[in-house]
């Protein structure tokens, strides 16, 4: 007799536990109380773009190119970019990301370089009001920041 109850009692008690566990979730998607504290804790959308590719150069491989991927988002009126830059060959040569945007000031260039991988957190801050309209990614790798170029690719 103990034992049947200890069982009855056990599975109540799981039961029980279950349901208040998946209570918030379904709070949230029911737009219950709660429900706008938990979308706001997810922060802006992002939006991925890449990856992007140098072009072949000394007859690599494709899986040895160097490459850019990453994701942006818009967050108080800013637009923000993120991503990685990796040089897969290990060839003591660098690896090169551009970034070219478009305002109302015009065209802006602006290129890094590295040996490894180089991570961008955090760039731009730019601002429709200001023209922002246009922001493109393109990945070189060799001697110079010229040297085996991929073309121009749309992340924005």
């Not at 998607?29 to 990856?51: D, I, N």
């Not at 899986?63 to 990796?86: A, I, V």
């Not at 990614?137 to 924005?156: K, L, S």
Request: proline share 3%; glycine share 16%.
């Amino acid at each position: 007799m103990k034992v049947r109850t200890l069982l009855v009692s056990a599975t109540l008690a799981g039961s029980l536990a279950a349901g208040l566990a998946g209570a918030p979730a379904q709070a949230a998607t029911a737009g219950g109380p709660g429900a706008s504290e938990t979308l706001q804790a997810k922060g802006p959308v992002k939006h991925f773009f890449g990856p992007y590719y140098s072009k072949f150069g000394g007859g690599e491989s494709f899986g040895r190119r160097s490459s850019f991927k990453g994701y942006w988002y818009k967050e108080g009126g800013r637009y923000w970019f993120f991503g990685d830059l990796f040089d897969r060959d290990r060839d003591r040569e660098y690896s090169y990301v551009w970034f070219r945007w478009h305002d109302r000031s015009g065209s802006h260039v602006k290129y890094y370089k590295t040996f490894g991988v180089r991570h961008f957190d955090k760039f731009g801050g730019f601002r429709k009001s200001d023209g922002f309209d246009d922001f493109k990614i393109r990945v070189c790798e060799g001697d110079n920041r010229f040297d085996d170029c991929g073309g121009w690719g749309d992340a924005f």
